[in-house]
Structure formats: structure tokens, C-alpha cells
């Protein structure tokens, strides 16, 4: 028997300043967002919080990193780079896997000052590989193949207009997505799908939503996954999609770095562990926690997620 595979899923770090942006950058969408961030959103998201969980996970050592998106603030090309020095701090790119969240391409911009400058961690380990640093066409679905798990990593980022953080993953990702999920159900592969928004209808305000989330939703219904993980709710959860064979446990965690009140929108990232079973896979939760002394640690026993016979 293979031994288990460990992967962490953390989200929303939001982890970069757009302090020093110059008055240039901040038109439109950004000026606002600039100031949302002076007034609010840099007390919600603590660096210390942030590099705790960093700590934890130096000492847990998953075999696997997914992030979620929305690391940065206003996708400035300064934040990127900012976040870039992070990611190679965090881990190498055979061991993380990222998708964008709706900050990360706040508004529109060049290929070269964004998504390019991550593109270790969001280039595909089968087919072309390179298509990342190329352009964003063709670039997603990320595909990595680990053990027995395939981690397909969706983007729904795209920007959206004044007071909306909507995504969308769009008809020709969608039928990429379509072929994956059949070939590496074709290959037994345990699949995971990572995407930035919520993929369940009502999960978050419709200001916020996934626009095309019944596509999709229609695609998981003929192929099937195993596991959806997901973000940008900044609030924990636990839900079940029909699909494929049976139900799919779609899994919400938290911001990464936040100080908040409420036990499920605290900061805390989700350990798995998978493993092979006679022919089927076992999956177990452990959350880990942002807790008292400022350090993360497990929040109750780890849970049987999932089983496929
Ligand atoms: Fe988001």
C-alpha cells in the first residue's frame, strides 16, 4: 500500500500592502479598494497571523500546498512581486499549487505584471507546461499529478466592476475542465478541484457570486471530482454536490490571516490525508487553527471526509 498523501489548503491570505502605490495606480476600482484596505481591511488581515500559519506548516510539512487565491490587495504589479517572494518562501513550486482569486486581478491588466510573475506555481505538470509563462490563454486548468491525487486548480479570477467581486471560469476553461476530469477518472486519480469562489448557489452574496457556477456545477454533474475546495467567502464550510458517482464534498476555509471574532471566519488553514484502500480512497480532515499564545493547532480530532469504494 502507497504511503498517505498529506496536502494543506490554505486561502485569502491577502498578504501584500499597496502602501506606495503611486497616484497612477490608483484609478477607478483601486481607489476605492485602496481605501477600503486604509480604513478596514488591513486590521482584518494581521502578517503575524499569516506567519504562524507559515511556521505551522514548516513543522507539519504536507506533501502538498494549494492556495486558493487572493493573495494580494489590489493586483499591483509591486504586490505581485511582493507575493512572489513569499510563495518562494513558503515552498518550492513542485509543492505548491495556486490559483487567482478576484484581487489578485482586481482590475485589468498586462500579463507581464501579473499572473506571469507566479507562474512556476500555476504552470501544469502535464501537457504543456509552459503554457503559464506564455499567457493566459490555455493556462488554466492547472493540472498537477501527486500520488494519488490529481489537483486541478481552476481560475475564476477576473476583474469585475465597481463594488462587485464576481468570477467566472468561462466556456473554453470549462471544456478543458470537462476533458481533465474524465481523463484522470480514467487514471483512478482521487481529483481536487481548487477554485477561488464558492461553486454552490447561495453561498455568498450575489455581488460576490461565481457567474457561471451552474456550468460548472453542470460539468461536475456528468465527470464527477472528489473533493472542491474553495475560498473567498472568508468563512468556513462544509457542503455535498451530486456528481459523478455520488456526492462531492465541497469545503470552505477561511482568510489565512484573519482576526475575526467568529470561530469559522478565524484564521485557519484544512490538513488532508489521503490514502488508498482496497481499491477506493479514504480522506480525513484535520483544521488547523489560529489559537491562544498565537500559534496554530489542531481544532479536534481529524474527520472522515470522504470515501470512494
Ligand atoms: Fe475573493
Not at 507546461?129 to 498537477?144: E, L
Not at 457567474?211 to 472568508?234: K, P, S, Y
Request: charged share 20%; net charge positive.
Amino acid at each position: 500500500m502507497d504511503a498517505p498523501l498529506t496536502f494543506a489548503h490554505l486561502s485569502d491570505p491577502h498578504l501584500t500592502s499597496p502602501a506606495g502605490a503611486s497616484l497612477r495606480d490608483l484609478v477607478g476600482k483601486r481607489a476605492l479598494g485602496y481605501v477600503s484596505w486604509r480604513l478596514r481591511r488591513h486590521r482584518r488581515h494581521r502578517a503575524e497571523i499569516l506567519d504562524a500559519l507559515v511556521r505551522d506548516l514548516e513543522q507539519v510539512k504536507p506533501d502538498h500546498i494549494l492556495i486558493s487565491g487572493d493573495l494580494v490587495q489590489l493586483g499591483l504589479r509591486h504586490e505581485f512581486e511582493q507575493a512572489r517572494r513569499w510563495l518562494a518562501g513558503l515552498g518550492p513550486p513542485s509543492r505548491l499549487t495556486l490559483v487567482p482569486g478576484n484581487h489578485d486581478l482586481y482590475a485589468a491588466t498586462a500579463w507581464d505584471d501579473a499572473l506571469r510573475l507566479w507562474a512556476p506555481w500555476v504552470a501544469s505538470d502535464v501537457g504543456d507546461g509552459a503554457a503559464a509563462a506564455a499567457g493566459p490563454d490555455g493556462c488554466f486548468p492547472v493540472v498537477r499529478l501527486r500520488g494519488p491525487a490529481a489537483f486541478i486548480g481552476v481560475s475564476s479570477a477576473r476583474p469585475s466592476p465597481l463594488f462587485l467581486a464576481v468570477g467566472s471560469v468561462g466556456p473554453d476553461q470549462l471544456r478543458r475542465l470537462e476533458r481533465t476530469l474524465a481523463e484522470t477518472r480514467g487514471r483512478g486519480l482521487f481529483r481536487v478541484l481548487l477554485i477561488h469562489h464558492p461553486v454552490l448557489a447561495g453561498a455568498v452574496h450575489w455581488r460576490r457570486r461565481l457567474t457561471d457556477a451552474g456550468a460548472l456545477r453542470a460539468v461536475l454533474a456528468r465527470e464527477g471530482a472528489e473533493l472542491v475546495l474553495h475560498g473567498h467567502a472568508h468563512r468556513a464550510s462544509i457542503d455535498y454536490l451530486q456528481g459523478g458517482a455520488g456526492s462531492i464534498p465541497v469545503v470552505g476555509v477561511p482568510s489565512a490571516s484573519a482576526a475575526a471574532v467568529d470561530d469559522d471566519r478565524h484564521a485557519r488553514y484544512h490538513l488532508y490525508t489521503l490514502a488508498r484502500r482496497s481499491g477506493g480512497f479514504t480522506l480525513t480532515l484535520s483544521v488547523r487553527r489560529h489559537a491562544a499564545g498565537g500559534r496554530f493547532a489542531a481544532d479536534g480530532a481529524p474527520r472522515p471526509l470522504a470515501q470512494r469504494a
